[in-house]
């Protein structure tokens, strides 16, 4: 065990990178550097609402001095023997270029040498940098809470993600109009603990080829594959080119991670995509209740919907042709680039293919099965099936009348409603049986496979909100209820029965659980 606040510090990022050579502290483009110096604002009365047991476990980290600890993750000290500073980056936002975007509100405090590995630990929320444009670098308690919460949800949940330490609330006030309807309201302010091997988001290297800066480009793109891809060798196009490709297929999985777990990011712009492959960013993201692909939780993308569930992976796609375009200097050549994407396209469906067979509880694939699983996603969304339920439960499937049951109870439908898809579920249950009865696998082996892919828990929207309601009047005890069950998503977990719940009626329309804008 060491403590939190002995760790080593080891700079990595910015000892290799270029820093932004002013250091006033004031919105303005910063051309050649990667970063730029700054100091986190001091919160006028940080209290900590959490803490990441879990994480700080697997780091194999204590806390000896709570209050050093909380003066640290607050922003209120800086972490000993560090030194702070913002990240450059540009971004494609709903896709358009948009110039320099940059940490606007997340502050890195300090790289930090934990066993073999060096993790950033950042503060989203501790105050202006260069990057903030008109905004004020905070952030408000409800999106901390979210951020918190989720990040943590989606590590135990086995997808790939930045994790988060701790939650601190700031003392101090926030103005943020909610619905962006005029209606400006202050709320607590927050500072999240964020903690990642990599910050760096496409964006880091859209914004140098965008002011055709390739020194800078081949900087960061070299210092990125020493850091985090040394095994694919030395800077060379070739090196560049198998950069890329790992890239998109760590990409590519965090989707199929995404789909499988009913997980909309919701903001899936190049600025808020890491070059890691993990889950960055938690802004107005959701999780799919009934089954529609149609669906986005972000209001601010509501007339296109963009990022809505179903259309992820062609997303993600078009985020690595950005990316792709920002290599391309390095590279010089479009085909070795052409061909990765291409690829992509064939081997995400061969990985979403494979992933809803393990939904469904089929260990012997064949390509009839594909027919099945289109079906199946079309019953679901058509007679409004709560997906987690459905398939959490489709391991207990035995025959097809018991289980119609059972599809009925999941779906969001009234009574004479889903009577209209009875005949059609029936049929698909009978074929279903059938498959099944294929399978060499033993009734128990089957069962646990489905339930070591089919959450039990996820943080349903309404979920996060209750504990946001709750949190708002200084009761963090939700939040930690929240914590606790999410760090065993495919377990039982009897006595948190309530949590594998259809959404409540009362969520459908409301603020924060099925509609939440970008303000946060
Ligand atoms: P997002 O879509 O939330 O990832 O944010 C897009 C950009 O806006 C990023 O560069 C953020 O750093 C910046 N940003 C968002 N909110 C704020 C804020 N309250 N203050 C300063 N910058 C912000
Ligand atoms: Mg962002």
Same mark, same amino acid.
């Given at each position: ?14 000892? !290799? ?14 051309? =050649? ?5 700054? =100091? ?14 879990? /994480? ?14 909380? %003066? ?48 950033? #630990? ?21 999106? !901390?809470?979210? =951020?918190?919460?989720?990040? $943590? ?27 962006? !309807? ?15 091997? !990599? /910050?760096?988001? #496409? ?59 009913? #997980? ?40 296109? %919907? ?26 010089? $050549?479009?085909?070795?680039? =052409? ?7 064939? *081997?995400? +469906?061969?990985?979403?293919? *494979? ?12 390509? +009839? ?5 289109? $079906?199946?996603?079309? +019953? ?9 339920? /459905? ?17 009925? *109870? ?7 409603? #889903? ?15 059938? @498959?099944?009865?294929? *399978?060499? @696998?033993?009734?128990?082996? @089957? ?30 005890? +939700? ?42």
């Amino acid at each position: 065990m060491a403590n939190f606040l002995d760790l080593e510090v080891d700079q990595r990022f910015t000892d !290799s990178l270029p820093a932004d050579y002013l250091t006033v502290n004031m919105p303005r483009q910063v051309l =050649e550097a990667c970063f730029s110096w700054v =100091e986190t604002k001091v919160p006028s009365n940080p209290s900590l609402v959490h803490r990441s047991s879990e /994480f700080m476990k697997e780091l194999k980290l204590e806390v000896e001095d709570e209050e050093a600890f909380l %003066k640290v993750v607050s922003g209120a000290v800086p972490y000993p023997g560090a030194k702070a500073y913002a990240m450059c980056y540009g971004g494609h936002q709903f896709g358009h270029w948009a110039g320099q975007l940059g940490d606007g509100r997340a502050i890195n405090i300090a790289e930090l040498n934990i066993g073999s590995s060096n993790w950033k #630990f950042q503060l989203k929320g501790a105050g202006p940098t260069p990057y903030s444009r008109r905004a004020d670098g905070l952030a408000v308690l409800r999106s !901390s809470i979210r =951020e918190y919460l989720c990040s $943590e949800a989606m590590h135990h949940l086995g997808v790939p993600t930045t994790r988060a330490l701790s939650l601190v609330t700031t003392g101090d006030l926030v103005p943020r109009d909610i619905m962006y !309807s005029g209606d400006v309201q202050d709320e607590p302010g927050a500072i999240v603990c964020r903690v990642s091997p !990599s /910050f760096v988001r #496409f964006g880091g290297f859209e914004i140098f080829t965008s002011r055709q800066d390739v020194e800078n480009l081949t900087k960061l793109t070299n210092h990125v594959i020493k850091e985090h891809y040394p095994h694919l060798g030395e800077p060379s196009k070739e090196t560049y080119v198998k950069f890329f490709a790992e890239v998109v297929d760590r990409t590519k999985k965090m989707i199929v991670h995404w789909q499988r777990v009913g #997980f909309v990011h919701g903001v899936m712009n190049t600025d808020n995509m890491s070059i890691l492959g993990l889950t960055i960013d938690y802004g107005p993201y959701g999780w799919l209740e009934d089954y529609n692909p149609g669906w986005t939780p972000n209001t601010t993308d509501a007339q296109h %919907k963009r990022y809505r569930f179903g259309s992820q992976a062609s997303i993600a796609l078009w985020n690595l042709v950005q990316l792709a375009n920002a290599l391309f200097p390095l590279i010089e $050549e479009a085909k070795p680039l =052409e061909d990765i994407l291409e690829n992509y396209k064939k *081997e995400y +469906l061969a990985e979403y293919f *494979e992933m809803m067979c393990a939904k469904i509880g089929l260990a012997e694939r064949s390509n +009839l099965d594909a027919q099945l699983i289109d $079906e199946l996603k079309e +019953l679901l969304e058509s007679s409004s099936i709560d997906m987690t339920i /459905f398939f959490r439960n489709l391991s207990q499937f035995e025959e097809p009348n018991t289980f119609l049951d059972v599809v009925r *109870e999941a779906s969001y439908l009234e009574d004479e409603k #889903f009577d209209n898809f009875v005949d059609s579920w029936s049929s698909w249950l009978h074929d279903y049986a059938v @498959r099944l009865g294929q *399978e060499k @696998r033993s009734r128990e082996e @089957r069962i646990k496979a489905m339930n070591a892919v089919n959450p039990k828990y996820v943080l349903r929207n309404y979920m996060a909100q209750l504990a946001i309601d709750a949190a708002e009047h200084e009761d963090y005890s +939700l939040v930690d209820e929240l914590y606790q069950l999410l760090l065993k998503p495919y377990d039982e977990q009897p006595e948190m029965e309530k949590w594998f719940a259809k959404r409540p009626d009362w969520a459908l329309n409301k603020v924060g659980c099925s509609m939440l804008s970008c303000s946060s």
